[in-house]
């Protein structure tokens, strides 16, 4: 079993930057890659970031480029994703995931197992 614990979360401004983890514990003998999604209430599941396992490859959605940024740490096995330049519509519960394989994987059906979310709520 695998479990992921996010944590990070909070209330700031529009403009402001904040941090999110993601600690990996469990039965995690193979490569694996990392995601980050993100449920905003009335909206669908979306995809925000997504990287490989040697952290080589990275891959966002189109309305955080440039302002986010995931990277793991395979020996802490954590994974973060950096927000910077935040937007009041960026608010949201976000999710890390774990998916089996080395790439990078932008479906959430692609991902095995989820965290239970931290809340981001950007105020105007």
């Known amino acids: 079993q695998v479990q992921l614990v996010e944590s990070g979360g909070g209330l700031v401004q529009a403009a402001a930057s904040l941090r999110v983890s993601c600690a990996v514990s469990?039965?995690?003998?193979?490569?694996?890659?990392m995601g980050w999604f993100r449920h905003a209430p009335g909206k669908a599941r979306e995809f925000v970031a997504a990287i490989n396992w040697r952290g080589s490859s990275t891959d966002y959605a189109d309305s955080v480029k440039g302002r986010f940024t995931i990277s793991r740490d395979n020996i802490k096995n954590t994974v973060s994703l950096q927000m910077s330049s935040l937007k009041p519509e960026d608010t949201a519960v976000y999710y890390c995931a774990l998916a089996w394989g080395s790439g990078y994987y932008t479906a959430y059906t692609r991902y095995n197992y989820w965290g239970q979310g931290t809340q981001v709520t950007v105020s105007s």
């Open positions: 469990g039965r995690t003998f193979t490569t694996y890659g």
